[in-house]
């Protein structure tokens, strides 16, 4: 997952756009991790980029392709920072 942060490519420029990509296991003690054990955050300069990763994106369509059968659920927020 991480590593897509270097191998998704800007169709018009061909390099790098996804700003940052982080992430990690699971370490609350509170207990509201609702089943989920990991977690994962990238950031995109903007919505043309976010809806160019999520529907186009070769590389970012491959990852979904080989997690399918191994990643049980997911669960996907999309917001803007600032805006509540």
């Known amino acids: 997952m991480l590593n897509?942060?270097?191998e998704c490519l800007h169709p018009r420029t061909k390099q790098?756009?996804?700003q940052a990509a982080t992430g990690g296991r699971d370490n609350s003690s509170e207990g509201q991790q609702g089943g989920f054990s990991h977690g994962f955050v990238v950031h995109l300069e903007n919505e043309e980029d976010r809806a160019y990763y999520l529907e186009k994106d070769p590389a970012h369509l491959a990852f979904g392709k080989f997690i399918d059968g191994i990643v049980q659920r997911v669960r996907v927020v999309d917001y803007v920072p600032g805006v509540f």
């Open 4 to 6: 897509l942060k270097n």
């Open 16 to 18: 790098p756009y996804i």
